[in-house]
């Protein structure tokens, strides 16, 4: 996969959210389809990334881009939308933006015109100033892309949300130039860290800036903050956590738990044990009086009881997922706690839906509900 596929799928999700009016990205998160606000990160990523390509039309392009920006920045740095002009409610967009003009400016400065480069670096340097007077206890000298990790990953004050914190982290050591062992399943094309972070669009799992680092190509915002990366040479710094298995991996963290196996998942939320033998699961639960789980309703895909079609189910049946690729076998154990398994359609809770699609339903839903303790079936 080409770097510049990172490059020119950067470029169309931007023009994908460009307002033919205003010529500016408008955009919130995936959560919200609207045209309403304007956010100055995003704008600023579009200007940098349009210089990055070395075409001449569309650097020109991107560096008058900014410099409209720039009438943005007040005394107190830049809004965080362009709707909230002048007043800037926090340091969100300060160092987001200071970020990424350090990085642009290290790497970039010998093709940006001179009289451009001046506006850049005084920009850069007004938004240090502005964040040094933010954190007097931990003085941002030097700033540059290499040194800003101070402010992103040590002042409680200047943590951002443009990106989760784990992308934040592995976007910067790139940038800096480190080794990184990403929390990736090559195999699966699956994120393997905490699943806190991790959001499913449709059947699949949501794009994010890991996954654009593994694979790329993808038309999503994230690949805005990739296209920062060189042009070469940073995925030689790129390692991925060994897994034991190739076909199925199992993320359980706390009380979020993950199977993934082909291209579907195997999902829940809350206080369980699980036993993996081969493709057979037996899932132990605590106290509870229902309790849901999510299987992707993708390709034909369908939940077995005892080997039949059913809605319901009981404590001594063994259900099987099954898709086109493979098959697991799930078996739930709730000692002294009686329950009725109920299967349906439904979408787990860290969906993000479609507005156009509101009613969509893109999961097998199985829930367990708890029986009395003299109920007999």
Known sequence: MSDNKILESALAFAETHKSIYTGFIHYKNEREVTRDVIPLVENVLYGIALVTTFSKERAE????FLERLFHFCTEDGFVSYVHDFPQVYNDRANVDICLCLSYFLKNYAKVIPSSSRLKIESMREKLVSILQKRDRKRPLAKMDAFLFKTALFESSDLLVDSLPEY?????????????????????LNVYTGP???????????????????AKGGSVHRSALFAALLPKSGWRDLVTYEREERDDLFVNHRGDDLAVYFGKHSFVAKGAIDLVVSGDHIDITIGEFEEMEFFFTDYKESEVLVDGQKA???YPEDTLTLI?????????FIAKNHPFMGHIMKGNRGNQI??????????????????TL???TF
């Open 61 to 64: 392009k991107g560096l008058a």
């Open 167 to 187: 992308e934040r982290l592995v976007l910067c050591k790139l940038l800096m130039g480190e080794r990184v062992t990403l929390a990736w399943h090559p195999s």
């Open 195 to 213: 699943l806190v972070e991790s959001y499913y669009k449709g059947h699949l799992p949501a794009e994010s800036l890991i996954s654009q680092i």
């Open 311 to 313: 809605t319901a189910f």
């Open 323 to 331: 898709t086109a690729e493979k098959s697991i076998t799930v078996r």
């Open 353 to 370: 839906l479609d507005q156009a699609k509101n009613f969509a339903l893109y999961d097998h839903k199985i829930l367990l509900k708890e």
């Open 373 to 375: 303790n003299n109920c």
